[in-house]
Every structure is written in C-alpha cells, then in structure tokens.
C-alpha cells in the first residue's frame, strides 16, 4: 500500500491514524512533545455538549444563523434550580467541554452562572453588548462583524463593536471572534488595532449563508427589517473564490504585523478559504463528516432543557458553503489524509491544534481532564 492509499484509508479508521502517526513521528521525532499536548487538548473535546442559555438576543444580524429556517420557540426553563440540576447531571453523564450558545447567552446570565459551578471547561458565544459576569470562567467568544458604524449597522442592525470594547477591556477570558465578510475586509485591521490597544486577543470566522437566506436570494424576496435589511443578488457579504483569497491575505498580513493579538494558525487559514466546499457533502446536502454534527456522544439542548436533534450546532447553515469556526475547528480535531501525507503536513495540523486550544479553552479555573489518552484522540 502506498503512502496515498494509507493516508486515505488512515483517515477514516482510528486504528491506521495511529499507525501513521506513529510512522509520521519515526521520521520527525521532534514532532512528539507537540503531538503529546495535541494529545491533551483534544482530550478536553472527548464529550462535548451544547446549550441553549436562552431564545433571546438583541441584535439582527443579516442571514441569521438562528432565528431563520426552522426555529422552534419553546418555553424556556425559568428556574435556576432546574438549570443547576440539569447541569449536575450532564458533569454526571460525562461533559467535558460545554458551549453555551442560543441568541445571547449574556442576557440569561444567571444560567451561565449556574453551569460556572459544574463544568471545568465552557465556551460562551456573546456578541459582546453585555458584560457577562466575572463569575463565569470560561471562554468568552465575542463576535464582530465590523469595525465601522456603518458596515456594522449594516451587517447586525445596529453599532455595537465599541460597546464590546468598553465591557471587556482587559478580560482575561475573552477572545474576539471576527467574522470576515465580502463587505467587511477593509474594516478587520480598524478592529486588530482596537484588539491590541484593549488587551484582547483576536482570531477569525467566515460568513456562511443559511438555507433560508439563500433561498431569499434566489427568489428574489424583497428586503425586510429583520434578517435580510439590505442583501440583494447582485450584493451581498458572500464570499466568491477571489474574496476568499482576499480574505486569505487579509489574515495573513495581520498575522504577520500583529503577532502578539493575533491568535490563529497560517495552516487553518489556508484550509479555511479555499475555493472548494470544506466538507464532503452527502446526497441529502448534509457534510456527514463535520466535527460539529450532532451525533453520538454529542448532544444538544433548548432552553426549555429538552434534548433537540439538529443536524449541527447551526442547522440552518448551506453544508456546501459552511465555513464558520464551530464546524471548521471541531472538524480539524481529527486529523484527515491530506494532515498525514507528510511530517510537514502533520506539523500543519499539530499548529491547528495548538492555536485550536488558544481559541476555545481557557484554564483560569479548570482542572485536568482524567481520560485514555488514545481512545480520546481519535473517537471522535
């Protein structure tokens, strides 16, 4: 067998990964101390969990990831009691990384205090208009969209990247997640410079079209005053195969001039925007090989503390065109044929992974993670 055929073979089988890892790192054996903490960090993701905090958010941004498609409002669980209970029993059932996720987690934040008690590791996606309590020890993942008032109107309804600076100033917990759009790529260094100046570090998502917004496209809907304000045809925050290069550019030059706020991997960048689709797609449209399906030992769940069965963490996102950070990383945490073609295409991987725990793990509080090492790399 060739090493193509391995490598191919390798990607879909634990047993071979492990194999030519092994090979991999007889070659580069100055690879191991890298592949012994990757070893760690992906250990943290052996059981990962989401929650809804709440339906609720304060802003409409255009091509909303949560209210279009089908949403399914639900009565939300108004007791802390029934939250801090529920959390228990998923640390019980083996939780090892949880997203607080929802509209905006930041306006429910009782809930988020509630789980601050329970799991070691959290990841709390805000987008950044409230201050979320010091309490809470987790990863604080701020979403901008722009840094000007116009292009930030523009893409979420309203102005509020300065607010975001002025309630996390200096917090340890937090990493600014900015989302790269066609109409945003001469903003994003307004926004490194801002990041630097406030002490946060700063890493990247890509715009992805929903199902619905596409469909809006296509049919040629009229503009509304939710989630599809100013999109037109002919004009929209979509990326084209050279906005993606642009985009590339982008990162890399930021990378380069802003080497102490920039939290990223060159690798991740250049897998990220390339003109292909990301993920293999079924016949259905669906990427069935997305770290961020809802399957197995993943679970999913409302506000209403009920366990929901989407396709992903954001369900109402085209596959064929998903590039966000959720499903790109968690994707990434198992290494593919082209991450074990070579010993260079594995020190590529092992610098996803190292940037992937600076993005999303935050230790202040968390204790380590007791778990097999070689089952929990690659069962996922």
């Keep these: 067998m060739d090493r193509h055929q391995t490598t191919h073979s390798a990607s879909g089988d634990p047993r071979l990964v492990l194999r030519r890892i092994r090979a991999l790192l007889d070659e580069a054996p100055h690879l191991a101390p890298r592949y012994e903490a990757a070893k760690k960090v992906i250990r943290i993701f052996r059981k990962p969990a989401f929650y809804e905090v709440t339906q609720r958010c304060n802003l409409k941004c255009e091509g909303c990831y949560y209210f279009e498609g089908n949403f399914q409002p639900v009565t939300e669980q108004s007791s802390i009691a029934a939250w801090e209970a529920f959390f228990a029993a998923e640390k019980e059932r083996g939780v090892s990384m949880a997203y607080f996720v929802g509209a905006e987690p930041s306006l429910e934040q009782e809930r988020l205090v509630a789980a601050s008690r329970t799991f070691a590791y959290g990841n709390v996606g805000t987008n950044g208009t409230v201050k979320i309590d010091p309490v809470v020890p987790y990863r604080i993942a701020i979403s901008m969209w722009a840094g000007d008032d116009d292009t930030d109107r523009k893409l ?54 929903t199902l619905t917004y596409l469909a809006k496209l296509r049919e040629g809907e009229a503009n509304d005053d939710q989630f599809f304000r100013v999109s037109r045809p002919d004009d929209t925050p979509m990326f084209s195969d050279d906005d993606l290069l642009a985009a590339r550019r982008t990162v890399l030059d930021l990378m380069d001039e802003f080497p102490d706020t920039v939290v990223y991997s060159k690798a991740y960048n250049e897998w990220s925007t390339r003109p292909a689709p990301l993920h293999e797609i079924d016949e259905n449209g669906v990427a069935p090989r997305c770290g961020s399906r809802i399957t197995g030992h993943m679970n999913y769940y409302g506000s209403d503390l009920k366990l929901a069965h989407p396709k992903c963490c954001t369900p109402d996102l085209d596959c064929s065109q998903c590039r966000i950070m959720s499903g790109g990383w968690s994707t990434k945490l198992q290494p593919d044929a082209t991450d074990l073609a070579s010993a260079a295409d594995f020190s590529n991987w092992l610098d996803i992974l190292e940037a992937l725990e600076h993005i999303f793990v935050y230790e202040k509080t968390a204790p380590a993670v007791n778990a097999p090492v070689a089952d929990a790399v690659f069962a996922l």
């Design 156 to 209: 979420r309804g309203a102005s509020v990247f300065r607010k975001a600076f002025r309630n996390y100033r200096g917090d340890p917990r937090v990493l600014v997640y900015f989302t790269l759009s066609r109409w945003n790529l001469g903003t994003v260094r307004t926004i490194a410079e801002m990041c630097r100046d406030n002490g946060l570090p700063l890493t990247f998502n890509l715009y992805s079209p």
